[in-house]
């Protein structure tokens, strides 16, 4: 029956040409032709009687390339054609499309603007599904570089995930003058290790959290490193580049535009508050000396006071990846067995109490000997300072707390930040905390430019090409 009315179908698409033009030939004989004419251009003849959700059933079974063509049938099948559903059903399927339609359906509603963001939640309304659809179906994508502070993620924007993951050889914060040779080495590794031409793709770039402060020196410092990876860049005939900080991809990956992002990082975690997109460095951002190279460290002193041998720290750092975890409460977390096993490349590894002791110094630094804030109270402090800055008409905006970072991803952690966090605010600032844990875990921020690559206005609203980069003044490099 389904082939039946495809073949229907279509034969009503070859004939409607001549058909057209014969009613066009009686125009002129009668005003009667020229109703009828007008009936077919709202008909679908035979077809009048099936209901319209075969109809689109038959649509959904033609495709996207195809369905599109029946819109030049009658005024019906175009109706149908530009219904919404219908292309969402087709972005839903799309076999090479990786993003989830919620995804999708924030990009295109808060980012298609471009930073500074502009968009408002009701924008999608101008736009229609068939369009957002087609649109993104001509995007170039792009290559896609997250540097991480330990681990570098790279890949192709059209992929479900990262294809390659590397060691940070790098340090992007020193702005020494060595940086030219070091980041032309760093993209050109890179770029090697994914076996394509630096000028065949726009590339997305993730810039590490780093040079917190809001001082002249630590402008001109960020100002300093973003000119040397935009001109290292244009130098390997890179078409077009999108360089974004690190805590607000990690931000968009959430599905957020305004929120806290605490990035536990290689060696500090930073406490990030944005706005709309931008880093509020005014309301300051919160810096705790406490990475995953402390947890790691710390997990390897547990160990080795519990006569657990072992050769490398790699293999240390894969006990903690598989094994630790945060405890909802400490002191009752100390009172259980915890023991658990995981077998590593030296072998089997039973841990107990260190699975959790590791991840506790994040809250109570000073058991492993870090005279630090414990990171509730920098968050808190944090939140009490976008209060005080009264930067909207409201506060709901900083209460949404985002973990980045491969440290972040440790089991219990969310929830045992956002329990302390309601216990230290003040009950008009506790309401509606939320903490959401890694979005894509170890890749989110890899994820955040996926969002912006894969948009039906990239590369153009967020990228700089190199004539654009010539020609903009130093002062709008401030990020």
């Known amino acids: 029956m389904a082939t ?57 079974l033609l495709g996207p390339k195809e369905a599109a063509k029946m819109s030049v049938v009658c005024k019906l099948w175009k109706s149908l054609v530009s219904d919404d559903r219908l292309w969402i059903f087709f972005l ?85 003058s060595p940086m030219y040779s070091r980041l032309r080495q760093f993209f050109a590794t890179i770029y090697s290790r994914m076996q394509v031409k630096p000028s065949s793709q726009p590339v997305v770039l993730s810039i590490p959290i ?29 078409p077009a580049v999108c360089a974004i900080n690190q805590a607000i991809l990690a931000l968009y990956a959430a599905r957020r535009t305004s929120g806290i992002v605490v990035n536990i990082g290689f060696q500090v975690t930073s406490i990030v508050p944005i706005l709309n997109g931008k880093v509020m460095r005014k309301v300051g951002v919160e810096v705790v000396g406490l990475g995953a190279l402390k947890l790691t460290g710390f997990l390897r002193e547990l160990m080795q006071k519990n006569n657990l041998n072992f050769e490398s720290l790699y293999t240390v750092r894969t006990l903690k990846e598989n094994l630790c975890y945060v405890a909802a409460d400490y002191e009752a977390e100390l009172c259980k067995d915890t023991k658990a096993s995981f077998k590593s490349g030296e072998g089997w590894f039973t841990l107990s109490k260190e699975r959790f002791q590791t991840g506790e110094i994040l809250f109570q630094p000073q058991i492993a000997g870090v005279r630090a804030m414990g990171l509730p109270q920098a968050v808190a402090l944090c939140m009490d300072h976008c209060h005080a800055a009264e930067l909207t008409g409201d506060d709901t905006w900083f209460k949404t707390i985002v973990l980045s970072g491969g440290t972040a991803c440790l089991p219990g952690l969310a929830g045992r930040l956002e329990k302390e966090l309601h216990e230290l605010c003040s009950p008009s600032l506790s309401s509606g905390i939320t903490v959401v844990p890694p979005p894509y875990g170890t890749d989110t921020a890899w994820f955040g430019a996926k969002f912006i690559s894969n948009l039906s206005t990239f590369p153009r609203n967020w990228c700089m090409t190199k004539k654009q980069f010539r020609r903009k003044s130093r002062a709008n490099l401030i990020w």
Request: hydrophobic share 35%; net charge neutral; charged share 20%.
């Open 210 to 238: 780093c040079h917190y402060d809001d001082t002249e020196a630590a402008k001109a410092s960020r100002r300093q490193l973003k000119e040397a990876i935009y001109t290292t860049l244009f130098d390997m005939n890179v």
């Open 4 to 60: 039946l009315l495809l073949k229907k179908v279509w034969e009503s698409v070859s004939n409607r040409s001549s058909i057209s033009n014969s009613n066009s030939q009686r125009r002129h004989r009668s005003s009667h032709d020229d109703s009828s004419s007008s009936s077919f251009s709202s008909s679908i003849g035979a077809f009048d009687q099936i209901p319209s959700d075969i109809l689109m059933q038959i649509l959904r």
């Open 92 to 176: 839903q399927n799309r076999q090479d499309q990786h993003d989830s339609f919620d995804s999708i359906i924030f990009a295109e509603t808060y980012l298609r603007s471009g930073a500074p963001l502009q968009a408002l939640s009701g924008q999608l309304t101008e736009f229609s599904m068939m369009g957002i659809y087609g649109q993104r179906m001509l995007v170039p994508g792009s290559v896609i570089i997250d540097g991480g502070s330990g681990y570098c993620k790279f890949g192709w924007s059209k992929y479900a995930c990262p294809s390659g993951r590397s060691a940070t050889f790098l340090e992007f914060g020193n702005i020494e």
